[in-house]
């Protein structure tokens, strides 16, 4: 089993700042990409930002130059700096990793956490 648990959500005013964490727990070996998706609602879950292991990134037209990706391989995390926020950042955001290798030999494609709330608000 893997466990991705989201941190750092919440309320901020246009302009400002976030950074979101997401720590990748269980018998982990390694984790191809990680990364972030979001959801506002009655709109489809989005690609924001991925970064695979050797740390080539991909970014969403809509946060390129303001939103920064991260992560830190030995301990299998991946955080999200998040700068100059719009109103239409605001959405659930979801950390996702894939082809994590576990130690006992098995592949796991496609975990999401449960999601952290981004509210982008005066």
């Known amino acids: 089993q893997v466990q991705l648990v989201e941190s750092g959500g919440g309320l901020v005013q246009p302009g400002g700042s976030l950074r979101l964490s997401c720590a990748a727990s269980?018998?982990?070996?390694?984790?191809?990409?990680m990364g972030w998706y979001r959801q506002a609602p009655g709109k489809q879950r989005e690609l924001v930002a991925t970064?695979?292991?050797?740390?080539?990134?991909t970014y969403a037209d809509s946060v390129k130059g303001r939103f920064i990706i991260s992560r830190d391989n030995a301990k299998n995390t991946v955080a999200l700096q998040m700068n100059s926020l719009r109103p239409e950042d605001t959405a659930v955001y979801y950390c996702y990793a894939d082809r994590v290798r576990l130690n006992n030999g098995v592949i796991r494609f496609d975990d999401w956490g449960q999601g952290t709330q981004v509210t982008v608000s005066s």
């Open positions: 269980g018998s982990i070996v390694s984790i191809h990409v």
């Open positions: 970064i695979r292991t050797a740390g080539m990134t």
